[in-house]
């Protein structure tokens, strides 16, 4: 029997809880008291991102299944985890913009533009811009702008755009529940971009009135896309408080871009049907 079958696995081992510890390195001298902080918040986002990313490659064949249960628990818990998320800016605003200036020269040209499991989470979600197209109105960026070229972290944001997004699964989730929807909607390209379909939308109706576990699934993506926007709307007041109309860390637009992405949901027909109810 091996020598590390025998070691006794303990929580510091499990977790690897040492070498968590040692990944926040502050730049600033001294150092600057509140880098700490930032850093630890921004890697605990980077393991959101990665949580729900986990989450949401389950929820793909759940509802392509046509797994209910399923699926609403696994959008129950990437909620769950989204509500995380926007707390933690609560956090991030005892920071005042004073604090943040202390240390904001090292950050160089590092932005949270450069998450690139944010960029494949939206990707995922059902963002479509792919690098050298231009970019979708109002988005004010594409998808892998500030991912280098070839690096696996872009392959994987790439890769994402490539396949059926949570919204294509969602569309297909209908149809295997009996809800007729358009052919062409199922055998669409899903690397392009969703563009709002009134058929969809009527068809979606009838869902949420002939079909109440259906609806109950599609009411749980539109607290999900909600959660996203509240978290958008919280990141932009929160970059807002502390920057102000600066341009950003790295040289973006700063609270401009951030605006721009308030109000472009994933799955605006699940929006746009409450009007025909």
């Not at 929807?181 to 969703?194: H, I």
Request: aromatic letters at 8%; proline letters at 4%.
């Amino acid at each position: 029997m091996s020598d590390d079958h025998n070691k006794a696995v303990t929580y510091s081992t499990y977790l690897k809880v040492d070498e968590l510890l040692s990944l926040q390195q502050p730049l600033s001298d001294g150092p600057e008291h509140d880098e700490l902080l930032f850093i630890t918040i921004h890697q605990v986002y980077e393991l959101w991102f990665a949580q729900m990313l986990h989450e949401l490659a389950a929820l793909q064949p759940a509802l392509e299944a046509g797994d209910t249960h399923r699926s609403l628990a696994l959008l129950g818990r990437v909620r769950t985890i989204m509500k995380t998320c926007v707390a933690q800016i609560d956090v991030l605003e005892t920071m005042t913009p004073l604090q943040f200036q202390s240390f904001r020269s090292r950050l160089s040209s590092a932005s949270g533009f450069q998450s690139a499991q944010f960029r494949e989470l939206e990707a995922v979600l059902g963002r479509r811009d792919h690098a050298g197209e231009k970019a979708k109105e109002g988005t004010g960026m594409k998808m892998a702008e500030h991912l280098v070229p070839g690096s696996p972290a872009r392959l994987k944001v790439e890769a994402a755009m490539s396949r059926r997004s949570v919204w294509d699964s969602a569309l297909a989730y209908c149809s295997v529940r009996g809800h007729q929807m358009p052919e062409d909607v199922l055998s669409r390209d899903v690397s392009l971009g969703w563009e709002p379909r009134e058929d969809v939308q009527a068809v979606l109706v009838t869902l949420h009135t002939t079909d109440p576990e259906s609806a109950l699934v599609c009411e749980a993506l539109v607290d999900l896309d909600e959660g996203l926007g509240e978290w958008r709307y919280r990141h932009v007041k929160m970059v807002e408080r502390t920057l102000g109309k600066k341009i950003g860390t790295g040289g973006s637009s700063g609270v401009g871009y951030l605006i721009s992405t308030l109000f472009n949901p994933f799955f605006p027909d699940l929006w746009a049907m409450r009007s025909a109810i």
